[in-house]
């Protein structure tokens, strides 16, 4: 399967973004909050990356990984300030993904509380990893009148 482009997505205020390395599928961002944290956020088509094979991935699912200190309650936001700027970036985005250490109950928390739901637990030859995903309405969005036909 052939990536997309990826994106670069547009971060609010409080938040500095600064663009570190732009390719066809990674982009790596400096990312801080003036006297609160910066860490690096690395974006990756997950149909290029690490996770290819661990799921059943679409071209434009996007991964997001944060390295460096966080506290806790700004992961959280950085994380929900992530997925709708990626959305708008990308509309065409099925999944968010943000993989944690298994067992990392910060992180983990972290996700939950941005919005991410918890999907697997998967191994990489390197990590076990567990897997959530952000998804945009259009993709969730179920049609209930099971007796009708879509498009009818």
Not at 8 to 27: A, G, N
Not at 29 to 35: G, H
Not at 50 to 55: F, H, P, Q, S, T
Not at 90 to 105: N, W
Request: hydrophobic fraction near 45%; charged fraction near 25%; glycine fraction near 4%.
């Amino acid at each position: 399967m052939s990536a997309k482009p990826i994106p670069v997505p547009e971060l609010p205020h409080p938040w500095i973004m600064t663009i570190r390395s732009h390719t066809q599928t990674i982009v790596l961002l400096d990312v801080r909050r003036p006297a609160d944290c910066s860490v690096t956020v690395e974006l990756e088509r997950c149909a290029n990356g690490r996770l290819r094979d661990a799921y059943p991935v679409s071209a434009h699912d996007i991964e997001a990984r944060v390295t460096g200190r966080i506290p806790q309650a700004l992961l959280v936001e950085l994380l929900a300030t992530l997925m709708p700027a990626l959305e708008k970036a990308d509309p065409e985005c099925r999944k968010i993904v943000f993989a944690t250490l298994a067992g990392d109950t910060s992180a983990l928390a972290a996700a939950e509380a941005a919005g991410f739901r918890y999907v697997v637990d998967i191994d990489l030859p390197d990590a076990e990893l567990s897997l959530f995903v952000a998804e945009p309405t259009w993709v969730t969005a179920v049609d209930m009148d099971l007796d009708r036909i879509p498009g009818t």
